[in-house]
């Protein structure tokens, strides 16, 4: 019995750590993705466009496998809300930068074509602002559902007692502020990159952070895990 225990313990530290390693890569790679493709505006250099697509890629990846990591531990306190949480993280907001990094791609054509003189400028500019509007209107539903899977994430953390209920209780108010963010930008009372807007998403940004870095060096409580492991032995009984 003990050395189940033992070994149970020791497969969720290594669930933890690399939980908190796929929020640092991931967070990475969105960084670097909108560095390539640019904050304000979508770039026009094709070598530019490829390295974001790639970093877009890495972080979906990155990010849909937490959900996926988490799930077997998650619906031990409450399947529903976990099943949630990784339809939204894992599977809608994944298609999301799928879509927008396809987007990307089809411009790095569009803009290649345009160089090589198989489109004319009137063309070019016509399916230049096509894909333009599909990104931005593609990142607006983004904007709403990653915020949505967070909330679901962080009332499980925060109910299961995993971490210090400091960080999830932190993360469900900076998930709430980033709702908050995108909507003031949907409905043009704040612009992209303002110092508000700015404000407004960093909490989120510092949380994932600490979180990730206390998954890694601490792990779960182990009080919580025994308590979750308990709960599910009485519910098979």
Known sequence: ??????????????????????YIIGTVAGILSKVFIGFTKVTTNENQIIMAALSGLI??????????????????????????????????????????????LFLAIVN??????????????????????????????????FPLGALMFYALLFKSKLIPRWISGWGFIAAILWITNAFLGIFGLIIQWSPIQVILSMPIFFQEM???????????NPSA???????????EI
Do not use: C
């Open 1 to 22: 019995m003990n050395m189940i225990k033992e070994r149970s313990h020791g497969t969720k530290r290594k669930t933890a750590i690399i939980v908190g390693a796929l």
């Open 59 to 104: 972080m979906a990846l990155a990010l849909a496998m937490v959900p996926v990591m988490m799930f077997p531990i998650l619906k031990k306190h409450n399947e529903p809300l976990a099943l949630g949480y990784v339809i939204y993280r894992g599977a809608l907001e994944t298609v999301t930068t799928i879509l927008m990094v396809a987007g990307w």
């Open 112 to 145: 290649q074509e345009y160089i090589t003189g198989t489109l004319d400028a009137s063309n070019f500019q016509t399916l230049r602002t096509l894909l333009l509007k599909g990104h931005d209107s593609i990142n607006v539903i983004s904007q709403i559902i």
């Open 210 to 220: 600490v979180m990730a870095v206390w998954l890694i060096v601490k792990g779960f």
């Open 225 to 235: 895990i025994a308590a979750l492991s308990a709960k599910t032995n009485i519910n």
